[in-house]
């Protein structure tokens, strides 16, 4: 059965860290392209970061020098590394394949205030 657990959020300052984990199971987590994805109240959910197999990775433009996201095939997970983050990064943060493929997790939230 497929399984994605995110974890790591909380609240924090303006100006902040946090660094996201996500624990894949069921699948063959290595041949997989990842990504990270984010929904705010009222939005629709996006795709903040991807990393390939090859550990390529791409961001949105709002996002990117602040965030950045690695893989450890090893033990099924991909993380998001979140710097300087800002109000506007206030989300549920979710993984899932580059194309969101997968039964999508419970998700980790996010709150940047101060």
């Known amino acids: 059965q497929v399984q994605l657990v995110e974890s790591g959020g909380g609240l924090v300052q303006p100006g902040g860290s946090l660094r996201l984990s996500c624990a894949a199971s069921g699948i063959a987590f290595s041949i997989l392209h990842m990504g990270w994805y984010r929904q705010a109240p009222g939005k629709q959910r996006e795709l903040v970061a991807t990393i390939s197999t090859g550990d390529r990775t791409t961001y949105v433009d709002s996002v990117k020098g602040r965030f950045t996201i690695s893989r450890d095939n090893a033990k099924n997970t991909v993380y998001l590394q979140m710097n300087s983050l800002k109000p506007e990064d206030t989300a549920a943060y979710y993984c899932?394949?580059?194309?969101?493929?997968?039964?999508w997790g419970q998700g980790t939230q996010v709150t940047v205030s101060s």
């Open positions: 899932n394949t580059r194309n969101g493929l997968l039964r």
